[in-house]
């Protein structure tokens, strides 16, 4: 079964608005690390930001937040004001203490932002 | 400036042939990753090393090998039993185990088998 599921495998979105890129993930551990990571077409893999499974309130970095709905298995990022820069593939992983800590990845999903 | 540097960007090998990834780290992190990555698809662990003279096997370890012999270096040679090896390969680090620290990526080598 999959463990994290991203279900938009590409979006297209105006300049300056904002954006939701959807993550739900699948765990019995009760601790673990929710990421998003961004990869732009060079290739390397950027970390944009971090929810824990304890953590009270949603995670935020600058221009992105992170909708953290535990009961409902849910980690999506927010972009607001998108730019054109943001064009890229877009990761969430998870990290479980059942896992030995090793991150676990889904399929992505290809931002392309228009002017 | 503090990273991760893989070497060579592109590596073209015929089959039959090993061949060897390059990657170093002058960020002082215990642990080291080598992920595969094919098109459309997210990151495969092949191997990770949490300390210098130990690595263990990640989900898809089959034909490829690695070593730890300095904190700085995890290189991971592609043997000729990988039957598919085309593909992009990333090698991170992290400060270790627990749930919080994200891992840091070097840019990538491309491989192609001719």
């Known amino acids: 079964a999959q463990k994290i599921t991203q279900t938009q495998p590409g979006m297209f979105v105006q300049e300056k608005e904002a954006v939701t890129l959807d993550c739900t993930y699948d765990t019995s551990d009760p601790s673990y690390g929710l990421f998003w990571y961004k990869q732009p077409s060079s290739g390397e893999m950027i970390f944009l930001i971090y929810q824990g499974s304890y953590d009270q309130q949603n995670a935020t970095e600058g221009r992105y937040s992170l909708n953290f709905q535990k009961a409902r298995k849910s980690a999506n990022l927010v972009i607001s004001a998108s730019q054109l820069g943001d064009s890229a593939m877009y990761f969430c992983?998870?990290?479980?203490?059942?896992?030995?800590?090793?991150?676990?990845w889904g399929a992505g999903t290809k931002l392309i932002i228009k002017p | 400036d503090g990273g991760i540097t893989q070497s060579p960007k592109y590596l073209f090998r015929k089959e039959g042939q090993n061949v060897t990834l390059s990657c170093e780290q002058n960020l002082n992190h215990d642990a080291m990753y080598w992920y595969r990555q094919d098109p459309g698809q997210g990151l495969r662990l092949i191997y990770y090393?949490?300390?210098?003279?130990?690595?263990q096997k990640g989900d898809i370890a089959e034909g490829y090998s690695v070593s730890r012999e300095k904190k700085e270096s995890f290189p991971l040679t592609v043997t000729s039993a990988q039957k598919n090896p085309t593909a992009f390969y990333l090698c991170?680090?992290?400060?270790?185990?627990?749930?919080?620290?994200?891992?840091?990526f070097g840019p990538g080598t491309r491989l192609t088998v001719l």
């Open positions: 991170a680090s992290s400060t270790g185990g627990g749930l919080a620290g994200e891992q840091f």
């Open positions: 992983a998870m990290r479980e203490a059942y896992s030995n800590y090793q991150l676990i």
């Open positions: 090393s949490q300390i210098v003279n130990d690595f």
